[in-house]
């Protein structure tokens, strides 16, 4: 009995192929979704990476500078530029803050800001800096 009905059946019913090839989409459709995200977390890393470099960058240049040659921005911040090819992209600002002028404490703060998928992100570092 068995025997006779599958060797009754020619092939697959529509419905079966329809079936297969649903799970067939859903199964690239994840695979896409994977590799989307991680292009995209692999993008924001990149970013992350990068204007972390650029930062340490400055407060590096500001710790070499003697306390006195860091002149007070008025509490805004002002754009730092330098000929930096890897910085494309980026915006370097620095604000230094002359917070206790009779201790001699200064406040210099580095932002770096850029444009991602069209949204501004930004990353900001502080550091202190001693008249000695």
């Not at 201790?103 to 991602?116: E, P």
């Amino acid at each position: 009995m068995i025997k006779g009905y599958l060797s009754n059946r020619q092939g697959m019913s529509l419905v079966e192929m329809l079936i297969a090839l649903l799970i067939l989409v859903v199964g690239f459709l994840s695979v896409i979704m994977v590799l989307w995200m991680s292009i995209n977390s692999g993008r924001f890393t990149r970013d992350m990476t990068m204007a972390a470099s650029l930062g340490q960058d400055m407060l590096e240049r500001f710790t070499a500078r003697s306390y006195g040659s860091l002149p007070a921005t008025g509490g805004a911040f002002e754009p730092y530029t330098t000929a930096n090819a890897s910085a494309v992209g980026y915006v370097r600002e620095v604000k230094v803050e002359d917070n206790v002028p009779d201790v001699g404490i200064k406040t210099v703060t580095v932002r770096v800001r850029w444009n991602s998928n069209g949204h501004e992100r930004s990353r900001t570092f502080t550091m202190l800096k001693r008249d000695y």
